[in-house]
């Protein structure tokens, strides 16, 4: 089975067990529920268990940490045990535990497979994963008393997706300073809590889309100052603290849409003055303090892929949009440079 479809199982597993409990037919294991093989997968249900790692350095499967409705289960609080392994050919499932923080993987260096933490209700903190160098995806998900995550400084590139997402309380991101690649989505989505996203400062491609939105509480975002490309759309929604857009300093092709949707303080787009071609729609709207476009100014005069007219069948939608701000400048007025009221 492919790693990153684990992730899916976990979530359809859980799903699936709190709507129909042993109506679905299915036997409850960690095996059947997870996609895991006990001949090659570490199945580590107890602290003891996690405790009895430190002798290995490489797993040729994956590791899956956490309850199983078949096995024997105590509070797991620490991850200490793996302080030794510096390599997962699979993936590395941390699901449902009660960890703090997350700061015994100071010598991983490589998983093969999917980094994923999900639903550890205890979870304060991310750090110390500073050996890590390659993951195919990485997840974080659902960790309510989720704060801080710092680290991941060592990793380069993340083959297929870089989640960070429903995390209720998580105040902060910063690190993943050498990472310059994303093969495809970026998603930093639905933390309430979210007032500091720093870090990012060598990514310079995003394979499909970068979508951060619904993150309520922050103003400012200081990172992707480096990103050159994004294959896909760059989405940004529901922000509601945030005050301006001067980010993307270096951002020059988004091949996709170009969305700046609901926010209601931003007053200015300044950061994306190197964009030159949008391959898709240009949205804005419903910014109801929005009235500097300055940034885009650039984009305008070079026609930056933007199309005139609509898609056309079967969605007919517009290719230009700039509606319900409090300036709304036409196509024309932007190529004139009347970009501010």
């Known amino acids: 089975m492919k790693a990153r479809n684990i992730i899916l199982l976990v979530i359809s597993s859980v799903l699936l067990l709190s709507c129909y409990g042993d109506g679905t037919g299915l036997k409850r294991t960690c095996e059947n529920l ?49 302080r030794n392994l510096t390599k997962i050919d699979g993936s590395l499932l941390i699901f449902e535990t009660d960890i703090s923080v997350i700061d015994g993987l100071d010598n991983l260096q490589e998983i093969g497979g999917v980094l994923s933490i999900y639903m550890n209700s205890s979870l304060k903190e991310i750090k110390n994963l500073n050996a890590l160098k ?53 998603s930093i989505m639905s933390s309430n809590k979210l007032v500091k996203v720093h870090g990012f400062e060598s990514l310079t491609q995003v394979g499909k889309n970068l979508l951060f939105g ?82 885009l100014t650039p984009l305008m005069q070079t026609e930056g892929g933007l199309q005139e007219g609509d898609s056309g069948p079967p969605y007919n939608v517009p290719y230009f949009v700039i509606v319900n701000n409090l300036y709304n400048p036409t196509r024309q007025d932007l190529r004139d440079g009347n970009c501010s009221q």
């Open 34 to 82: 997870y996609g895991l093989d006990p001949k090659k997968d570490l199945i580590l249900t107890t602290q003891d268990q996690v405790d009895q790692v430190f002798t290995q350095t490489h797993v040729s499967g994956n590791v899956y940490i956490g309850q199983c409705p078949d096995k024997n289960f105590s509070r797991i609080t620490n991850l200490t045990g793996l």
């Open 134 to 186: 390659t993951v195919n995806e990485l997840n974080v998900f659902g960790n309510d008393k989720l704060l801080h995550i710092n680290g991941f400084n060592s990793l380069t590139s993340c083959n297929t997706t870089l989640t960070i997402n429903v995390n209720a309380n998580l105040e902060t991101i910063e690190g993943f300073n050498n990472l310059t690649y994303i093969g495809e989505d970026l």
């Open 214 to 295: 619904s993150n309520i509480l922050i103003n400012n975002v200081e990172a992707f100052n480096n990103l050159e490309t994004i294959g896909g759309d760059l989405d940004f929604r529901y922000n509601w603290s945030l005050e301006g857009l001067d980010i993307f300093q270096n951002l020059k092709t988004i091949q996709g849409r170009l969305i700046i949707e609901n926010h209601k303080e931003l007053e200015s787009i300044y950061g994306l003055s190197n964009l030159t071609f949008v391959g898709n729609q240009l949205y804005i709207g419903e910014n109801s303090k929005l009235s500097d476009y300055c940034g």
